[in-house]
């Protein structure tokens, strides 16, 4: 039996949407993802931004699917920051100030239908154990590295939020002792020195300190994503920063399976896009740090999902109540 469920994947900066049509039978299969709609999200825009922005974009992806309501069975939602899944609450962005919306009550009586709600990372992870490369895996951790860094954990089969909604806040593991100042105020977290931002950085202060490697290089723009075409292209500087940032995340990674102990970690996100860059510095990395007796057969690899993970994380809730 196919059902179709409305997912909305709202992100810091965007918001999209899309018609998830699922095969429910014992392995659940994404038959097709259709309408996909995609708006970006003012810094300051608000509930009202949020509610409005959201209203539009379902209305497309209906009408690009050529399916109405009346069609759909159910809502998954994924939120950016602190969500409480249980209530459908939207607790807190720090990025938009955004506190305290019950925006599963909102959708749920706007639609009329069940709206399935949780946390984007965690919403990821899940979907990995849905339809990704976590099928049949019951101990995972779900890295996203994007403009920052977040982890979600599967535990004995289900999402493990932690005590205060807080498990696997990867980004802010310190990996460099004094390094560069985080957004939550400590110095050398992982997502101050390999989210894609700090790639950037870690580029141009690398350009700045040596006039030979700044001469053999001009990018338009230095964006994580183009120095990674840089290092696919032969650039030094480009090569050593993405081998650095794999140093960095295969230390975070080894700590987390110190206290884990998972059978797999994922890696997802935009800066995963150029995994190949990193992953054998990382690998190398975490077999150096990760207390092997038992760690050795963690696998460490690429989200199955690719750039649509979040949409996939949004079904996977619907689809797993
Ligand atoms: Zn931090």
Request: some cysteine; charged content about 20%.
């Amino acid at each position: 039996m196919v059902k179709n469920i409305l997912v909305i994947d709202i992100g810091g900066s965007k918001i999209l949407t899309a018609l998830a049509s699922v095969e429910i039978s014992k392995t659940k299969v994404m038959d097709s993802l259709r309408g996909i709609q995609k708006q970006t999200l003012a810094p300051a825009c608000g509930i009202d931004g949020v509610r409005k922005t959201i209203t539009e974009l379902v209305q497309q992806t209906l009408n690009a699917a050529r399916c109405d309501l009346a069609n759909c069975h159910a809502i998954g939602v994924t939120i950016p920051g602190v969500a409480d899944a249980k209530t459908g609450r939207w607790v807190y962005a720090p990025f938009s100030g955004i506190r305290d919306y019950p925006i599963g009550d909102e959708l749920r009586h706007r639609y009329g239908l069940p709206v399935f709600a949780e946390n984007d990372v965690n919403a990821c992870a899940w979907a990995e154990k849905i339809f990704g490369v976590c099928q049949g895996v019951n101990d995972f951790l779900w890295i996203t590295i994007s403009n920052g860094i977040g982890g979600g954990l599967v535990l004995n089969g289900r999402i493990h939020p932690g005590a205060f909604a807080g498990a696997a806040e990867m980004g802010h593991i310190v990996v460099v002792e004094g390094g560069q100042l985080c957004g939550c105020t400590h110095r050398g977290c992982l997502e101050a020195e390999a989210a894609g931002p700090a790639i950037a950085k870690r580029f141009t202060r690398m350009l700045e300190a040596n006039r030979q490697l700044r001469e053999s290089c001009s990018l338009p723009e230095v964006t994580a994503q183009t120095i990674a075409e840089a290092a696919r292209n032969g650039n030094p500087a480009a090569i050593e920063t993405f081998r650095t940032t794999g140093h960095l995340l295969g230390r975070a990674a080894a700590f987390a399976a110190n206290i884990v102990n998972p059978e797999k970690i994922i890696f997802g996100g935009g800066v995963s896009q150029a995994f190949e860059l990193f992953a054998d510095e990382m690998k190398k990395t975490f077999t150096e740090q990760a207390f092997q007796s038992v760690n050795s057969k963690v696998t460490l690899e690429r989200t199955g999902l690719g750039y649509e993970a979040g949409l996939y994380g949004a079904a996977s809730l619907a689809v797993d109540a």
